[in-house]
């Protein structure tokens, strides 16, 4: 179908309002925080912005009747270019339907439409003393939909793992435009087993089998205390197995992370008033619960990694723990100013591996910096082995471009030798779909026929995954 | 300068990773919600510009000019990217290109040329009278001024008959020992629209030794042609301002307009100036350079009179985006606030969100800006303030029109006319004890 009756044809569906239809608005839809986009932006054929299931079931059967693209799409933080119409096609930016549209406090569940973003709904659950874990990075911007979609996590996976196990059901709009219910959408139960577990099977699809349109999220209820101990060590190797001594003495921390060596100096570059101890490596726990749990465990923490750290300090002082957790959550903006004529870039950004392997693949990475030539940035959620590697490049010389992007690579193939994955928390989208084969074999081919199953015209989505 | 070899718009543009963080913070994308209104977005598109991927004509200007130039997401950028400094350039260079677009501009020389302005001392009042619409009929402007004008009128009312500048004296004496010699840099916003600040200020100042003269000559400070893309405008209004103000050798230069004091900063010079002949005059100029609060408390260290009150006042504060996001001066205003006697300080949601105003958006872009306004004056309402102080004359412009628009019963009020209230207050009880 032409462009142009495309745009015609959407705007009678929708109204003016709903849709995007001039060269100049759809170019702002070609990126997302992907290194690829910022390469190669597409733009799309159109743009919608649905504000009720009916909205989007019309667009999805006037795609399926006419064999057009469907590419949803929440705040496009995503890593991956996985909401771009990379195959042309209509985007369907789901970010402006953000109703909260019920809080269950009793049964501990709240249903929301796919726009509504993280840290607003934290806000509103914090009023009945609940929260849904999960806590990306990007939290303040990134929307529910885009989480599920993508099986969001972050710093607190550790013990509150990620997306998945919070979402009790949801409402999706097939490819043909039939509304399915999954799970306990209809319910309100905490357990279900009844069927085929089509939620799991819609968390983390990328937006290739279905458009999520309404979720219904288990919460929890907010712990009352938290506690930070820094655990700085001379020797890597004693990072990783640090971490398993402390699970090992019973305790489970709502995070680890790590700063190596390259981080450390990353952020004392960017804010000397900072400070942190010039080490091999820092890693930070946090624990949650109540008062006196939280100061047993840190104690717990303190002794153990007293052991090898050089230092290990413990703090459950408001003012302290900012300063402590500031090292950690400034080091993504510290990785993108290290060079003044460059920045960080997200591509090879995160891999995940076994705990036992954090030392020797940052030691790894570091090799291969210094082979081609590319300072990187090194740090993570090490409580899970989800490694952040931030290559720092200027973006605009092609032949750093070109370096870069086999440096990247390597390091994906680095994962995957070191028993790990390509991604840990941020998907495939179109940037990691060729390590599907190396990272699954023959389960591929069930995937696609998965998907087959679900979309047999091939229009959600195309050229991500697999 | 070419517009690829501006500084932001060649070390900036590579360094947006497109994170979204900006879209979280921004007024105008939380009211638009689409990409074409995002920060990140203003960014993506001037570097189409720069790579001559679109063109500059007027269905660009008009994206970009969308933004507020409230600076929110400069300052939170993690990548330190100085956001509405590209959008600025972009625009400038669209104009060069393509002068007859930038319609907004007609309408901000009408009310920041003291040209204009000067040639008839009633011309604001006049404009008044006649109402905007036919001053821009007569004027031939209806075709090019925005469709919202009858709606933005409203926010023109109550506009001051006498300029400050006409009624204060170039030099003011200080009462008592002479400890600084100030040069006071009387903005338009507050010579035309609020001539008792400029007044309060001079009161305040000379009774706390200060020596404070007008120099004869004061041009606009340039922020609103930046913002609509005269950024040559602007640089010569500076220059001007630099030169008139470099023959004097002042202790300090001080404004009580947020928005002057941003356009005279430092930065701000480095943004006009950097690599051209006149940097060093121009940095040595901003070096003096300080806003009329953070003067008071960190250099003067105020002590304002102790004077008698029946009933502490409600008082709230907005942070106008040109002191708290261009300059990171919050702590002050509210620290002289609370040194002035009588007053109950309540703190709003959102202080340092944009009121909307933005110079002459309210007036280009109606609708958003009072949208945006509406949720500021949901704060403030919040509060329940008798007062409502700023630090800026555009923001209290608008925030007035926010008061009048909800029937809300509460002075809005720069701090500077409170302490100045406070002397003349205390002069009385002198007079009557003695
Ligand atoms: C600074 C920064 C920090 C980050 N930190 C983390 C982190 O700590 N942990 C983490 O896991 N991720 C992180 N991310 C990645 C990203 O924010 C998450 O993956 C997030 O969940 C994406 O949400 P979004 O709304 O931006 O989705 P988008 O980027 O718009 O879309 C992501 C994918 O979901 C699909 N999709 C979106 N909405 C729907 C829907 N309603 N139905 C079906 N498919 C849909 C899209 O097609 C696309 O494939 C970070 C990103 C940035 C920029
Ligand atoms: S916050 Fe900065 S780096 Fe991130 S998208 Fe916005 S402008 Fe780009
Ligand atoms: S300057 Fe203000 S209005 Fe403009 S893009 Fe940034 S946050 Fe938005």
């Known amino acids: 179908m032409e462009q142009v009756a495309i745009k015609e044809e959407l705007s009678k569906m929708l109204g003016q309002e709903k849709v995007l239809t001039e060269n100049l608005d759809l170019m702002y839809y070609s990126y997302d925080s992907s290194f690829l986009t910022k390469l190669k932006p597409a733009t799309p054929d159109a743009v919608v912005f649905p504000r009720s299931t009916e909205d989007v079931q019309q667009v999805m059967k006037f795609a399926w009747n006419n064999n057009i693209n469907i590419i949803p799409r929440g705040a496009g933080t995503g890593e991956t270019g996985g909401c771009i119409a990379i195959e042309g096609g209509i985007v369907m930016d789901l970010s402006t339907w953000s109703d909260i549209e019920e809080i269950d406090a009793m049964n501990m569940q709240v249903i929301v439409r796919p726009g509504v973003i993280h840290a607003d709904l934290n806000n509103e659950l914090a009023k009945y003393n609940l929260f849904f874990p999960p806590d990306p990075g990007s939290s303040k911007m990134c929307t529910i939909g885009g989480m599920v979609a993508n099986n969001a996590s972050g710093l607190r996976a550790v013990k509150y793992w990620s997306t998945e196990p919070y979402i009790l059901g949801l409402e999706v709009v097939m490819p043909n435009g039939e509304v399915i219910t999954t799970g306990g959408m209809k319910a309100r139960t905490i357990k279900n087993v009844s069927g085929i577990n089509l939620t799991k099977l819609m968390v983390g699809s990328e937006g290739i089998l279905g458009i999520i349109t309404r979720i219904r999220i288990r919460c929890i209820p907010k712990p009352s205390a938290r506690g930070i101990a820094m655990a700085v060590f001379d020797n890597l190797d004693d990072a990783p197995a640090t971490v398993l001594e402390v699970y090992q003495a019973g305790i489970l921390p709502s995070g680890i992370e790590i700063l190596d060596s390259s981080a450390i100096h990353a952020v004392n570059d960017f804010k000397p008033e900072i400070n942190l101890p010039n080490a091999e490596a820092i890693l930070l726990f946090e624990v949650d619960g109540n008062p006196p749990s939280v100061e047993y465990e840190g104690q717990v923490i303190k002794e153990v990694a007293g052991k090898r750290a050089r230092e290990v300090e413990w703090s459950t002082d408001p003012v302290r723990m900012t300063q402590l957790w500031e090292g950690r959550s400034v080091t993504a903006t510290a990785a993108a100013r290290v060079r003044p004529d460059g920045t960080r870039i997200f591509a090879g950004e995160d891999i995940s591996i076994p705990i036992s392997r954090v030392a020797d693949t940052l030691r790894a990475i570091r090799s291969l910096g210094k082979k081609y030539g590319i300072q990187i940035v090194n740090y993570g959620h090490i409580g899970d082995g989800n490694v952040h590697s931030a290559p720092v490049i200027n973006p605009e010389n092609p032949e750093e471009v070109e370096r870069v992007l086999k440096l990247v690579h390597e390091i994906h193939l680095l994962a995957i030798e070191m028993g790990g994955t390509t991604t840990g928390e941020h998907g495939v989208g179109a940037v990691r779909r060729s390590y599907a084969e190396l990272e699954h074999g023959l389960a591929v081919e069930y995937m696609k026929r998965i998907k087959k199953a679900f979309d047999p015209h091939g229009i959600m989505n195309p050229g991500k995954v697999f | ?434």
């Open chain 2, 1 to 434: 300068m070419e517009f690829k070899e501006l500084p932001p718009v060649k070390e900036q543009i590579m360094k947006c990773v497109r994170c979204g963080k900006c879209r979280s913070v921004c007024p105008v994308f939380a009211e638009v919600g689409n990409e074409t209104a995002a920060p990140r977005g203003h960014v993506f598109m001037v570097q189409m510009l720069r790579d001559g991927k679109v063109e500059p004509d007027k269905a660009v200007y008009d994206k970009l000019s969308a933004c507020l130039m409230c600076e929110t997401c400069s300052v939170n950028c993690p990548s330190g990217i100085d956001v509405h400094e590209l959008n600025a350039a972009a625009r400038s260079y669209i104009y060069e290109k393509n002068p007859s677009i930038a319609k907004e501009f007609i309408f901000d020389t009408m009310w920041t040329n003291p040209g204009f302005l000067k040639a008839s001392t009633h011309f604001m009042g006049g404009l008044q009278k006649l109402g905007l619409q036919k001053i821009a009929r007569d004027m031939g402007l209806t075709r090019i001024l925005p469709g919202d004008l009858p709606e933005a009128e409203k926010i023109l009312t109550n506009i001051p008959t006498k300029s400050a500048k006409t009624c204060l004296p170039e030099i003011n004496k200080t009462v008592g020992p002479k400890k600084y010699t100030i040069g006071y840099f009387l903005g338009c916003a507050t010579d035309l629209l609020s001539p008792e600040v400029a007044k309060a200020t001079i009161d305040v100042l000379t009774r706390n030794g200060c020596e404070v003269i007008i120099p004869p000559g004061i041009k606009c400070c340039g922020l609103p042609h930046i913002a609509n893309g005269k950024m040559d405008t602007a640089r010569k209004l500076a220059a001007h301002n630099i030169k008139l103000f470099n023959s004097y050798n002042f202790d300090y230069v001080i404004t009580d307009c947020a928005s002057c004091s941003a356009a005279l900063s430092r930065k701000n010079m480095e943004f006009l100036f950097k690599g051209l002949n006149i940097e060093d005059q121009a940095y040595d100029f901003s070096s003096r350079v300080m806003d009329l609060t953070s003067f008071l408390i960190n250099v003067i260290d105020i002590q304002i009179p102790e004077v008698k009150y029946d009933k502490k006042v409600k008082v709230t504060y907005h942070d106008p985006c040109h002191l708290a996001n261009a300059q990171g001066i919050t702590r002050e205003p509210r620290e002289l606030l609370k040194r002035i006697p009588g007053i109950e300080f309540i703190e709003m949601n959102n202080a340092n969100s944009c009121c909307g105003g933005s110079g002459t958006y309210s007036v280009t872009h109606y609708k958003m800006s009072m949208k945006i306004l509406d949720k500021k004056m949901d704060n403030v309402m919040e509060t329940g303030a008798d007062k409502l102080v700023t630090c800026c004359p555009s923001c209290m412009m608008q925030l007035k029109y926010g008061v009048r628009r909800h029937n809300w019963k509460c002075q809005v009020v720069h701090p500077v006319v409170l302490v100045s209230e406070c002397y003349q207050n205390a002069l009385i009880e002198q007079g009557e004890n003695r």
